[in-house]
Structure formats: C-alpha cells, structure tokens
C-alpha cells in the first residue's frame, strides 16, 4: 500500500506560479512511476504529467507542455508539479498517482491515488 497526500494548491492570478508536493508514505517510493492528473469542474480527468522512477524520464499533457515542471526526491517521498505561466484554464483538483509499473498517461495504469489538491486560477 502506498498512501499520497498533496499540498500546495490555492488561489493565483493568471501568469503566477504555484508548485505543488504530493507526500508518499508505504512500500518504498523509488519503486513506483509518478503521475499528476486534474479535473476541472464538469469535465473527465485528464492527465498532466509523468515522471520515471529514477526521475530521468518527463512526460506532459499538452495543454501544459512548457509551463510545468514535474520532478521527485526520493530521499523525501515526494513528486513535485512546478506550474508557472498559470492559465484560468488550469483550475482544477490536482491529484498525483503511484503507479508500480507503466503508468504514463493513462489513469487506469496508476495503482494509488491521493485525495486531490485544489487550485483556482483568476483571470
């Protein structure tokens, strides 16, 4: 079992920044694939980024694509989301997802998920 907690999400106008942290604790965190996930009101989750185990390997959604960074510290159980250049259209309940393997950007590939992270984006 893996248990995921974010933190980090608020209210920012649009062109801030936020980073946001999803905190890890279980069976050991180096052995799982990260993902972040958001779903704004009314719309399906869809997915922002991915990250290897080693962290070497980044892949993002391409609505975010230059705009945010995804990173991880074993050493501290967590996987970070950099979001910079912040969009209205980036309000949503962030979730980060473990998976023990693939993952990428598909949902059904994530084994644990955290209860979410709001962020709300004005313009």
């Known amino acids: 079992q893996v248990q995921l907690v974010e933190s980090g999400g608020g209210l920012v106008q649009a062109g801030g920044s936020l980073r946001l942290s999803c905190a890890a604790s279980?069976?050991?965190?180096?052995?799982?694939?990260m993902g972040w996930f958001r779903q704004a009101p009314g719309k399906e989750r869809e997915f922002v980024a991915y990250?290897?185990?080693?962290?070497?390997?980044?892949y993002y959604g391409d609505s975010v694509k230059g705009r945010f960074t995804i990173s991880r510290d074993n050493d501290k159980n967590t996987v970070y989301l950099q979001m910079n250049r912040l969009k209205p259209e980036d309000t949503a309940v962030y979730y980060c997802a473990a998976a023990a393997g693939g993952g990428w950007s598909s949902m059904s590939r994530y084994d644990y998920w955290g209860q979410g992270t709001p962020v709300t984006v004005s313009s």
């Open positions: 279980g069976r050991a965190f180096s052995n799982y694939v």
């Open positions: 990250i290897s185990w080693n962290g070497v390997t980044t």
